[in-house]
């Protein structure tokens, strides 16, 4: 079965950088599109990143442009996203996606906490 798992939440001061990783299984990642969401107390859950399979072509929120990176490693099956300059604004939930036969697949989510 479809399985995503994140790491690398923690808290962090403000200025900071931290990067997450997402590691799939029980599909053929490297087929397929991934995306970074993150979720703040509150607040609905906000599309912040996605990468294409082949050719890779990124995009972004505009609140994280420029300040975040999404990458991935189809040999690792891992997909990362490398967050600098962090501000209070970034705490959430940050969750890993993939659309695979129609179907959307989550992580657990890992905390990240940006706070001095």
């Known amino acids: 079965q479809v399985m995503l798992v994140e790491s690398g939440g923690r808290l962090v001061q403000p200025g900071g950088s931290l990067s997450l990783s997402c590691t799939a299984s029980?599909?053929?990642?490297?087929?397929?599109?991934m995306n970074w969401y993150r979720q703040a107390p509150g607040k609905e859950r906000e599309l912040v990143a996605r990468i294409g399979s082949i050719v890779r072509s990124t995009s972004y929120a505009d609140s994280v442009k420029g300040r975040f990176t999404i990458s991935r490693d189809n040999a690792k099956n891992t997909v990362y996203l490398q967050m600098n300059s962090l501000k209070p604004e970034d705490t959430a939930v940050y969750y890993c996606?993939?659309?695979?036969?129609?179907?959307?697949?989550w992580g657990q989510g890992t905390q990240v906490t940006v706070s001095s």
């Open positions: 029980g599909f053929i990642f490297s087929r397929y599109p």
């Open positions: 996606n993939a659309r695979y036969q129609l179907v959307d697949y």
